[in-house]
């Protein structure tokens, strides 16, 4: 695969997104969409299969698909499997296709794992966060460290050759040595795939109230810039491909091919409450409430709130600044061509100063952002 | 015409102007109550949001006075802020009286005394009005003192009122109509109308507010502007209500507007006389003094391409506030705009504010200053207001700098702190007046680039609001002048470049670093600013680039969140100026002259 230009490394085939809007518990950071009250699975699953019958023709195929959230391993290996055969029976799959699910460590046993297997998943990305006792408790995980361990071994031990974790570094109370001691434990396992996180905190959370309060301390620039840079070296001194601001893999074979799509303008498919979708200049994005998106569903109604055209100025923008979070970076000639909007001509001067001071480097044509740019990717794309 | 009253209130900075005018609004209940907002007349946001008038405002009220005669009363409502004073004598000029408002309690202040004489050179009616009775500290035996041993008018002949409380209106109106005298004026005479203010309607195009002396216009009329003999046809007339209010015509002694298709709005002069195009007026109206500007500063768009928009926005800006003054100019920093003057740094900000308000432009402002003269060694004489054309030590032979007479009144308490503001400004030749127990007035000659370096806050906030500042321009007189550059990452900004005194240039230019330091936002690689005097730098801060700015997330195909967050931002960042590879937002270019003390 030719990862140089943003365009080609999926082929613009569309990926499909289920989001699973359930949490046995809410963790006080998170701003994702999900209900814990479990009792409304069988009417949300009702509900996606009818939006599934509805979507069916929007998108010719998909060659990834990804079952996130929420905690989709609440749900029982059946209903995974029942989600995965509709799934193939309402549109067509390529293959190989990327089939990720998101499990937390405490959900999953041998069995569960080895249907999925079974179902098709080839993915696992398990929400690890952190090997240390202190940060899962101010996380508010419902699983331990040993959980983690534990589930890790038994994703290998049911065959998972592309395994993901995703770990949160700059959390309050956590040192730059506690930080790379979960990381290093977790490279100890030889995930295929690391996303690291900074903490972020989100509007709408409790997280964000305490910080107003002002009962937590912000981590200060400085800090966040080291942590990001370890993390980056860290990583590649395994080994691993820093490919975009978060995310890390063992080579650019495993990296996300959904994610990706999400960062190249690739067209996606998003199901369920919360999900977002994107075909050519259109961006539309379902209800982020489960009742909302259950009644409309009964009355066979597409559960969109609401929908965005993109101007052209808009899709530079993000075609720009999704560009720059990745190591696959902005080709130049492709990029005046597609905005009509020369970046060597217009901010020549700007851009030969950032590259003086290492943030970026132009290399046959394409625009890479450097370690240090990456870090500071939001401002290279306003320039 | 008998029955026809032109007034202004005139009066110091919030002594109640627009409270007053609000009361003989409602009393002659030209609004419905419901519909009324307190300083009703104060109608632009500007005005509102800081509480003062900015423009003069003029408004028909019709008056069934004690007499059982009906009057038309024609008030004009006035800025009291000294850099607003460009309003109030054209104002004058339609009037045959004033109200001269004095507050109970403050008493009488710079403004007072400067409007009284504005009023008196135009041969006005005074009627001195004592108001804010109503105030535990009113002192009205105090202010009557001042009214008869600082005005020299007749003490007994005021009338007290509370513009808050609605005490004393009707006295007011009543003395109106009987001390100030109706306009004369022929209306059979050949037509003359006095151009005191204009206006842009997006709708209706340039709307001409003048005072009739002579004659008559109706639409239909063709009238022709005196200076260039242009001439338009009269599409409507009529005087100002809340709105505009049209009627059939405009006779001698009336105030109103004209609307005429005038399609080239720079033949809108004011203080221009309309007259008829077929049956002239033999010889102008007397017109009004050109504004003197004092303090300069150019004008660019924060985009080059608003070039033509800023040119458009400016003239029609021009019609509605005749105090600004603008010529083409250029910078090497800041490319094609106008060199501006005004009559004060608040004129200047509202400028730069109803500019952007009202044309939607977004523009810099370059470092304000005053006019210098410089004598070269073959006896030239040049005035430079534009530091970037400071024309370099070797050639000159005498540097000269404008010095104003400024007159502080304020309660003696502050003076030895005053005294010492003014001597750290190479303040001269103080004199002090006692005015009455416990005020005094400060006389202090200083050099007016003194007085835009900040001082007006400063005198505010050492004499906590109960000074009143004023000055008068004086002569120029010699100066030791040097340049300070600024260089941002080893670019020189023309537009931030100062004329100071040589004494004062070090800690300027270190003071003019520090700010920039704070008004720049960190960017993405180091900035570096330099403050140079003859080219040998002397001060010099960087301002430490960012290094971490990019959230973690991006996930999930909720793209859209993100873009908004970078369109807010650049949206921001579309109203700095690019200098070079470093954006520099519009407050910074103002905020090298403000001082960082208290
Ligand atoms: N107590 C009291 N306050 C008053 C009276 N008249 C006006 N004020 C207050 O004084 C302040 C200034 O009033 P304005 O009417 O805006 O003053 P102004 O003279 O028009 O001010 P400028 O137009 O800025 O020169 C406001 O807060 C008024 O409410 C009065 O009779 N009594
Ligand atoms: S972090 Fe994951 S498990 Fe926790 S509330 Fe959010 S979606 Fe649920
Ligand atoms: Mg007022």
Redesign the interface.
């Known amino acids: 695969m030719n990862l140089r230009t943003p365009d080609s490394c999926s082929g613009k085939v569309p990926g499909l997104?289920i989001?699973i809007p359930f949490c046995r518990t809410k963790c006080p950071y998170c701003a994702?969409y999900s209900e814990t009250d479990l009792s409304f699975i069988p009417d949300f699953l009702r509900a996606l299969f009818k939006e599934m019958d509805m979507a069916r023709n929007q998108f010719d195929r998909f060659d990834t698909v990804y079952i996130?959230g929420g905690t989709p391993s609440v749900f029982t290996s059946y209903q995974i499997e029942e989600i995965v055969k509709r799934i193939r029976h309402n549109f067509a799959l390529a293959s190989p296709a990327e089939i990720t699910l998101e499990a937390n460590p405490a959900d999953i046993n041998i069995s569960f794992l080895e249907r999925l297997r079974d179902t098709g998943v080839n993915r696992l990305n398990l929400g690890i966060q952190s090997f240390d006792r202190k940060t899962l408790i101010f996380l508010g995980r419902r699983h331990s460290s040993a959980q983690a361990v534990s589930a890790i071994e038994i994703s290998r031990k049911a065959g998972f050759t592309n395994l993901g974790f995703d770990l949160i570094y700059g959390v309050p109370g956590q040192d730059m040595k506690a930080w790379l001691d979960t990381l290093s434990r977790g490279v100890a396992f030889a995930p295929e795939h690391l996303s690291c996180?900074?903490?972020?905190v989100e509007a709408n959370t409790p997280l964000i109230t305490r910080y107003q309060k002002g009962e937590l301390p912000f981590l200060p620039?400085?800090l966040?810039?080291d942590f990001?840079i370890k993390t980056s070296e860290q990583l590649e001194d395994a080994r691993y491909t820093h490919y975009e601001?978060?995310n890390f893999s063992r080579g650019i074979k495993y990296a996300s091919r959904h994610?990706q799509k999400?960062?190249n303008h690739t067209p996606?498919l998003?199901l369920g409450p919360s999900?977002?979708?994107?075909s050519g200049n259109r961006?539309w994005?379902n209800h982020r409430n489960l009742e909302d998106y259950i009644n409309e569903l009964s009355l066979k109604n597409a559960p969109i709130q609401a929908a965005?055209t993109l101007s052209p100025k808009?899709l530079r923008?993000?075609a720009l600044?999704?560009a720059l979070?990745t190591s696959a970076g902005v080709h130049l000639k492709d990029f005046s061509e597609k905005f009509q909007y020369d970046l060597l001509l217009e901010k020549g001067?700007?851009l030969a100063?950032?590259q003086e001071?290492g943030?970026i480097t132009i290399r046959d044509g394409i625009l890479y952002p450097t370690r240090?740019g990456?870090?500071?990717?939001?401002?290279?794309?306003?320039? | 015409m008998e029955r026809i009253r032109n007034f202004s209130i005139i009066a110091h900075i919030d002594h109640g102007k627009s409270t007053l005018a609000d009361r003989l609004i409602q009393y002659t209940g030209m609004v419905e109550e419901r519909n009324f907002q307190d300083q009703i007349l104060d109608n632009m946001d500007i005005e509102r949001e800081r509480g003062i008038t900015i423009k003069s405002q003029a408004i028909t009220l019709p008056y069934r006075a004690q007499d059982g005669k009906d009057y038309i009363l024609n008030l004009i409502d006035t800025p009291g802020h000294v850099d607003f004073s460009y309003e109030v004598s054209r104002a004058l000029a339609s009037c045959e009286g004033v109200l001269l408002l004095i507050d109970a309690a403050q008493g009488v202040q710079a403004q007072t005394i400067a409007n009284l004489y504005l009023a008196m050179e135009n041969n006005l009616e005074i009627i001195p009005v004592i108001n804010k009775i109503d105030l535990p500290t009113a002192d009205i035996d105090r202010v009557m003192e001042q009214i008869d041993a600082e005005l020299g008018l007749d003490p007994y002949a005021h009338i007290k009122c509370s513009a808050k409380e609605g005490i004393g209106i009707e006295d007011i109106l009543e003395a109106i109509v009987q001390r100030i005298p109706p306009p004369q004026g022929n209306p059979e005479a050949p037509l003359a109308g006095l151009i005191f203010d204009a206006h842009y309607d997006s709708y209706r195009g340039t709307v001409i507010h003048c005072r009739q002396f002579d004659g008559m216009v109706q639409p239909g009329d063709i009238i022709r502007f005196f200076f260039n003999k242009a001439a338009y046809k009269v599409e409507e007339v009529g005087h100002f209500s809340l709105k505009r209010e049209k009627s059939d015509r405009l006779a001698a002694g009336e105030v109103g507007y004209i609307i005429a298709g005038v399609k080239t709005v720079s033949d809108v002069r004011i203080g221009d006389t309309i007259t008829l195009d077929h049956r002239p007026c033999a010889k102008p109206l007397p017109g009004f003094k050109e504004a003197k500007p004092v303090v300069f500063s150019s004008i660019y768009p924060i985009s080059s391409e608003d070039y033509e928009d800023l040119t458009v926005g400016l003239e029609k800006y021009k019609l509605n506030d005749a105090a600004l003054i603008y010529q083409k100019d250029s910078s090497v920093a800041l490319g094609q705009g106008f060199r501006c003057g005004f009559l004060g740094l608040l004129h200047l900000e509202i400028v730069q504010e109803r500019l952007e308000r009202e044309y939607d432009l977004s523009i810099i402002l370059s470092v304000p200053s005053v006019r210098y003269r410089f004598t070269f060694k073959d006896e030239q004489i040049l005035y430079i207001d534009n530091p970037a054309h400071y024309p370099g030590p070797v050639s000159i032979a005498r540097s000269e700098e404008p010095y104003i007479k400024a007159k502080m009144i304020m309660p003696e308490k502050y003076l030895g702190a005053v005294m010492k503001l003014c001597k750290d400004r190479r303040g001269l030749d103080s004199k002090i007046n006692y005015l009455g127990p416990g005020r005094i007035e400060l006389i202090f000659e200083m050099p007016l680039a003194e007085v835009i370096y900040d001082f007006y806050d400063r005198f505010k906030s050492l004499t906590q609001g109960y000074g009143s500042f004023d000055y008068e321009l004086g002569d120029y007189r010699e100066s030791n002048l040097v340049l300070i550059d600024i260089l941002v990452n080893g670019e020189k900004v023309d537009a931030l470049s100062q004329i100071v005194h040589r004494d004062h240039a070090r800690a300027r230019a270190l003071q003019a670093c520090e700010r920039l330091k704070e008004e720049i936002p960190r960017q993405v690689f180091k900035v570096a600013i330099q403050g140079a005097i003859g080219g040998e730098i002397i001060s010099r801060t960087t301002i430490s680039p960012f290094r971490k700015d990019v959230t973690a997330k991006c996930y999930g195909g909720d793209i859209t969140r993100k873009r908004k967050l970078l369109e807010k931002q650049k949206k921001g960042k579309k109203r700095m100026k690019m200098i070079g590879s470093v954006s520099i937002p519009q407050s910074a270019f103002l905020a090298v002259l403000k001082t960082d003390a208290d």
Do not use: C, K
């Open positions: 997104y989001h994702f996130g996180y900074q903490l972020t620039e400085g966040q810039y990001f601001v978060s994610n999400y960062w996606y998003g999900a977002h979708s994107f961006r994005w965005e808009q923008l993000e600044f999704l979070r001067e700007t100063r950032l001071e943030h240090s990456l870090a500071i990717a939001d401002s290279l794309a306003l320039i």
